[in-house]
């Protein structure tokens, strides 16, 4: 919820606030945790996290914050749409890595059988 509160929406960017923002220090009591974490806990917890949201936006209508009309729906439905771009972007990021470095690995075996 603080990624989405302060733009932060990829997995990188939230590790990266991790490592220098003393606010995220506190709220998660030291823990840095790495993109393929944030990532993971994402990827784990979405229908969670989306709950989540949604009762946070409930909270905001109760307490007058937002009204819920039409510019309220827009704004949610275009951050879940870069939400979404940027998660999809993290997890093709994340299988191109891990492809390149099973092809490492895949080559130095191949070099000692090779000798």
Same mark, same amino acid.
């Given at each position: ?37 944030? $990532?993971?806990?994402?990827? #784990?917890? /979405?229908? *969670?996290?989306?709950?989540? =949201?949604?009762?946070? %936006?409930?909270? !905001? ?12 729906? $827009?704004?949610?439905?275009? #951050?879940? /749409?870069? *939400?979404?771009?940027?998660? =999809?972007?993290?997890? %093709?990021?994340? !299988? ?20």
């Amino acid at each position: 919820m603080y990624g989405y509160r302060h733009g932060l929406l990829s997995s990188h960017k939230l590790h990266q606030a991790c490592q220098v923002n003393v606010e995220l220090w506190w709220l998660l009591k030291g823990l840095k945790p790495s993109p393929q974490n944030i $990532l993971c806990f994402r990827k #784990n917890n /979405a229908p *969670a996290l989306k709950k989540a =949201l949604q009762h946070f %936006v409930l909270l !905001l209508k109760e307490w007058q914050l937002i009204d819920g009309g039409t510019k309220t729906k $827009l704004i949610s439905f275009y #951050n879940a /749409a870069v *939400a979404f771009r940027e998660l =999809l972007g993290d997890t %093709v990021n994340h !299988l191109r890595h891990e492809t390149h470095a099973k092809v490492q690995a895949l080559g130095c075996h191949l070099k000692g059988i090779g000798s």
